[in-house]
C-alpha cells in the first residue's frame, strides 16, 4: 500500500506584487522618511497616524480605472460593514479630520508616513503595497496653501538628494480642465453629472500623455485603445473636434508661465470656471516667484490632471527629469515621483458642509529607487556590528561583556552566535554582516587581559587590489590591553569612516 502524502508544505514565496526589503533598504527608506518629516515639520505640520484599516464606505470611490466601489482594494465583509486596507492616506484624513474636528485646530495642517495597499495589476516597479509620505492642509480655502505645498515639495526632493535639475514639479488646475470640457461639449454646469463617465475617461487619458503620446490619448479620447497585451480599454467617445479641444489644452505650455497663462486664458475665455482657474494659477506663481522658486524648480504645464477623482482646483505632481535605462536597456525618463492638489469636496462627504483642502504625496519606494539609479544611495556597503567571536564555550560571559561595552559606548556590536568550532565561519559571518571590525581573544589573550582587533575593511580593501602602501599607517590586526577596548575601537571605526 503506498504512503499516504502528508500536508503539502506550504511555498516559501512573497505573493505576487507584492516584496519583502532587507537592511540597507530598510536604513535608506527610514533615513529617508526622517529627512522629508524633517522639511514637513519645519513648514508647522504635526504628526498624525491613522489605521491601516477603513470602511469602504469612508474610503469612497476614488481610486482610477475601476468600476466598482470595493474594486481596487483589499476588501472584507465583517458583519453589516465591509472593511478594506486603506489605498492612500487622503480619505483617511478626510475621515479623521470629520471626526475630530472640534478638537483640531483649523487650518490643521498635518503628515503621515505609512504602507498603503492597491489590489491592481502589479508589473515592473509596480507594487500592490508601497509606502507614502503625505502632508496636507485642511480648512482654508486660499490658493496660498497649495503653492506652500509646492515649494514644501521641491524642498523635500532637494533634501534627500534630488539635485536641482533633475526635478521639475508642475502645477495645473482642475477648474481650467473643466473649462476645457466645457469648451468641448462634456461638462453641463446646469446638470454636473451629465458625461460624467466621459469626463472620468478624459482625465484618466490625459494623465498618461507622457506613457502613451498623442496619438495613444487621442485613441482614449476617441473609441479606446487597446495595448500590447491585447487589452482593451474602452474610450471617451468624444468626437474628433471635440479630442482636438482637449488635445489643445495639453499643447498649451508656452516658452514661460506667463505666456502659458495666456494661452489657458484663451483657451477657457467662455467658461467662468475656466477663468477662474487660470486666476488661481497666476496668484500661485507669483506666490512662488516671491519666495525664490522659479521654472528651474516649479512650471505651470496643462499636462498635469492627477488620476484620483477627488480633485476640485490646483494639482500638482513631481517629476524627475533625469534618464535611466529600463530592464531592457533602452533609456528612459524616470518620471512622477510625487502629487497632490485641492480636494475641496471629499470631507463634505461626511459633513455635508464644504471644508477646502489641500495636499502632496511623496512615492517613497520610487524615490528610492531614482537614487539607487543616479547611484546616490546603494553604492558603498552598509557598515554591519562589530563582531565579537567566540574562542571558548565557557567564556560566553566575557563575550557578552565586551559586546555590552560596545553597545553602551553607542558602538553597534553583537557576539556570534553560531557554532563556534570553526573560526573561519565566524569571519566568512562577520564578512557577510558587513562587519568593520572583529574582537578575537582565546584563553592566551584572556590570561594576558588583552584581546585582538581585526581589521575587516583592510582585509577587504587589499584583497580587492589595493596596494598596502595605501594602508601602510592602518595594522590590519593589533593586540591591546582588555581596557582599551572601547576607545580602540572606536578610533579604528573614526579612521574607517
Not at 277 to 287: K, Q
Request: with cysteine; proline share 5%.
Amino acid at each position: 500500500m503506498a504512503a499516504s502524502k502528508g500536508p503539502r508544505r506550504p511555498r516559501a514565496e512573497t505573493p505576487k506584487g507584492f516584496r519583502d526589503w532587507f537592511g540597507a533598504e530598510v536604513t535608506d527608506r527610514a533615513e529617508m522618511l526622517t529627512r522629508i518629516a524633517e522639511v514637513y515639520h519645519r513648514y508647522g505640520f504635526d504628526a498624525l497616524e491613522t489605521s491601516a484599516v477603513e470602511t469602504v464606505e469612508a474610503l469612497g470611490k476614488f481610486l482610477p480605472d475601476v468600476d466598482r466601489p470595493n474594486e481596487g482594494v483589499f476588501a472584507w465583509k465583517e458583519d453589516e460593514d465591509w472593511l478594506a486596507l486603506r489605498y492612500d492616506l487622503t480619505a483617511p484624513l478626510a475621515r479623521v479630520y470629520a471626526q475630530f474636528r472640534a478638537d483640531l485646530p483649523t487650518p490643521y495642517r498635518r503628515y503621515q508616513m505609512g504602507p498603503v495597499w492597491r489590489n491592481e495589476k502589479p508589473g515592473p516597479g509596480r507594487f500592490r503595497q508601497f509606502t507614502q509620505c503625505d502632508a496636507d492642509t485642511v480648512g482654508t480655502p486660499t490658493v496660498a496653501a497649495d503653492a506652500e505645498i509646492c515649494a514644501m515639495l521641491a524642498d523635500c526632493l532637494e533634501v534627500v538628494g534630488i539635485a536641482r535639475g533633475d526635478y521639475v514639479v508642475r502645477v495645473n488646475n482642475r477648474k481650467v480642465l473643466n473649462g476645457v470640457m466645457e469648451t468641448a461639449g462634456i461638462l453641463d454646469p446646469a446638470d454636473p453629472g451629465r458625461f460624467a463617465a466621459e469626463r472620468g475617461i478624459v482625465l484618466r487619458a490625459i494623465d498618461k500623455i507622457d506613457r502613451l503620446g498623442e496619438a495613444g490619448v487621442r485613441a482614449l479620447l476617441g473609441a479606446g485603445r487597446k495595448d500590447e497585451s491585447g487589452d482593451f480599454t474602452r474610450g471617451a467617445g468624444l468626437n474628433a473636434a471635440q479630442a482636438d479641444v482637449v488635445l489643445a489644452f495639453m499643447s498649451a505650455r508656452g516658452a514661460d508661465g506667463a505666456a502659458t497663462l495666456a494661452n489657458l486664458r484663451a483657451l477657457v475665455a467662455q467658461s467662468e470656471t475656466g477663468r477662474a482657474g487660470v486666476d488661481e494659477l497666476s496668484v500661485i506663481a507669483g506666490l512662488l516667484s516671491a519666495q525664490g522658486y522659479g521654472p528651474d524648480r516649479i512650471v505651470i504645464d496643462p499636462a498635469v490632471v492627477r488620476g484620483l477623482g477627488y480633485y476640485t482646483g490646483p494639482v500638482f505632481e513631481a517629476e524627475l527629469t533625469f534618464e535611466i535605462l529600463d530592464e531592457k536597456g533602452r533609456p528612459r525618463q524616470f518620471g512622477s515621483v510625487a502629487g497632490g492638489g485641492r480636494y475641496d469636496d471629499l470631507v463634505r462627504r461626511f459633513t455635508g458642509e464644504t471644508v477646502p483642502a489641500t495636499g502632496v504625496s511623496i512615492g517613497v519606494d520610487r524615490l528610492l529607487s531614482a537614487l539607487r539609479a543616479k547611484g546616490r544611495i546603494g553604492q558603498e556597503r552598509a557598515a554591519g556590528p562589530v563582531v565579537v567571536t567566540v574562542m571558548d564555550r565557557d567564556r560566553m560571559d566575557d563575550y557578552m561583556a565586551m559586546a555590552g561595552e560596545l553597545r553602551a559606548a553607542g558602538i553597534r556590536a553583537e557576539v556570534y552566535l553560531g557554532n563556534p568550532k570553526n573560526f573561519g565561519n565566524q569571519m566568512k559571518y562577520a564578512d557577510r554582516r558587513h562587519a568593520p571590525l572583529a574582537i578575537i581573544q582565546g584563553s592566551d589573550e584572556a590570561a594576558r587581559g588583552v584581546v585582538q582587533v581585526k581589521d575587516l575593511v583592510l582585509g577587504a580593501a587589499l584583497a580587492a587590489g589595493a596596494s598596502l602602501e595605501e594602508w601602510k599607517d592602518r595594522p590590519a590586526q593589533v593586540e591591546i590591553a582588555r581596557g582599551d577596548l572601547v576607545a580602540r575601537v572606536r578610533a579604528m571605526l573614526g579612521q574607517a569612516r
